[in-house]
């Protein structure tokens, strides 16, 4: 496990995010884990901290084929005020201008070429923020090949079909990468569940394996 950071500047200002990547002992696909992208959602922020502490305990990438990226807070700004933007910017709204720039657009800029324009598929964990409870299930264009394909990967009983917004990750990179996005939604007001959390787990380990990226058939573990 190697702990790398994100690096951006604007006018003065700047951010560095954590990201981990665990490279496997055999080749095979990059997938990225992300959370911490709206700073009101903590449910996969806690999720993928805690997919860490695990992997770390497990020694994970001795049975890794590939490699994974893991940012479980991309928005450290919102998640410090428990805000859904960075600075009054929603990060999943602004790829359209990522080309302007600002903290936050360059911020995504690095996001993308340092890590999302080398990846196979992305998860990019949500929930509800302040609001309410959202019952567990995933987000995808499925008129997307791919897409379906890491529906199916990721194990999710409710699918919710929506189609591609340019400006959101997920139609960003279907349109200039063609590489799938699934957004997990899990829960939400500020509170963590193990139903939420075991939804978070459980999808990872069953995408992995899905990807041929780490063996077994039992997801669970303690946590």
């Known amino acids: 496990m190697k702990l790398k950071y994100l690096k951006a500047k604007h006018d003065g200002e700047s951010v560095q995010v954590p990201y981990v990547e665990i490279k496997g002992r055999k080749p095979g696909k990059t997938l990225c884990l992300m959370s911490g992208v709206h700073g009101s959602e903590v449910t996969g922020v806690v999720s993928l901290w805690t997919f860490l502490e695990h992997a770390k305990k497990v020694e994970l990438h001795k049975n890794l084929s590939g490699k994974l990226i893991v940012l479980p807070a991309l928005n450290l700004p919102g998640i410090k005020d428990l805000e859904r933007g960075m600075n009054g910017v929603d990060l999943n709204r602004a790829y359209m201008d990522i080309e302007q720039s600002s903290l936050e657009t360059n911020l995504l800029a690095v996001l993308e070429k340092k890590i999302l324009s080398k990846v196979d598929a992305v998860l990019d964990f949500h929930d509800s923020g302040k609001r309410y409870l ?38 960003y990179m279907q349109k ?47 946590y």
Do not use: Q
Request: net charge neutral; hydrophobic share 35%; proline share 4%.
């Open 134 to 171: 959202l019952m567990p299930h995933v987000r995808a264009d499925l008129s997307f090949e791919k897409a379906l394909d890491l529906v199916e990967a990721y194990g999710s009983e409710f699918v919710y079909n929506r189609s591609s917004k340019d400006y959101m990750l997920s139609g």
């Open 176 to 222: 200039k990468y063609k590489i799938p996005v699934l957004t997990i939604e899990s829960g939400g007001n500020f509170r963590l569940l193990d139903d939420n959390l075991r939804f978070c787990f459980d999808g990872i380990f069953s995408t992995l394996r899905s990807l041929k990226m780490y063996p077994g058939k039992n997801s669970s573990f303690e």
